[in-house]
């Protein structure tokens, strides 16, 4: 077992309510989500693109645990890195509101071989998960003043420029209800 970004994430308590907002599930549990696609597709793509390459290198037969082929696979000397690099943000995240909600502080632990294929794939597999994770938080972020914002131009009220402030202005706002509380309501 290896255990991979130990030196956690941190969020503001905004961010958590524009996450609580559209999530249902815990941001931890998102960025547990994420890490576990993002190692899904390092393997998917490994094997695709490799595997016959590797057969035509045995004499029999392969073994079909992800454990023992994984690393067989990036062993072999033709093998090369893909090193995807983590892509910019398409915005600024508008904080005012220091991040100190912490997600995950002592990182996760996954096999030595999805590690392998992790770093096999992606140049920074820690900074690719702070990536996603910092993407959605943009992202909904985003998409809660877009979608609130049209309700004070209908009630002809009064709009905070900062997104920290108009975001806390609406989750004061009386009746104001997460997707959690939204969702249980409807049970």
């Known amino acids: 077992m290896k255990t991979i970004c130990e030196s956690g994430f941190k969020i503001s308590s905004v961010d958590r309510k524009a996450l609580d907002h559209y999530l249902v599930i815990t941001p931890k549990e998102w960025a547990t989500n994420a890490l576990a ?3 899904n597709k390092a393997i998917k793509i490994i094997i695709r693109d490799w595997i016959e390459i590797y057969k035509s290198k045995q ?4 073994s079909g645990d992800l454990a023992i082929l994984i690393p067989a696979i ?3 000397e033709e093998f090369v890195n893909y090193n995807i690099p983590i892509p910019k943000l398409e ?3 508008q904080r005012e509101d220091e991040p100190t909600k912490e997600i995950w502080n002592s990182g996760f632990d996954i096999e030595d071989y999805e ?3 992790l770093r096999a794939y992606y140049k920074d597999p820690e900074g690719m998960l702070r990536y996603f994770m910092e993407n959605k938080i943009y992202q909904r972020r985003k998409r809660f003043v877009e979608d609130n914002q049209k309700e004070f131009i209908k009630r002809k009220d009064i709009i905070p420029v900062k997104q920290d402030d108009f975001i806390n ?3 004061r706002t009386p009746g104001y209800k ?3 509380q939204r969702e249980s309501e409807s049970i």
């Open 37 to 39: 696609g993002m190692i």
């Open 59 to 62: 004499e029999d037969v392969i």
């Open 74 to 76: 990036i062993a072999m």
């Open 91 to 93: 915005g600024q995240i």
């Open 115 to 117: 590690e392998a294929a």
């Open 169 to 171: 202005v609406v989750c």
């Open 178 to 180: 997460n997707r959690a």
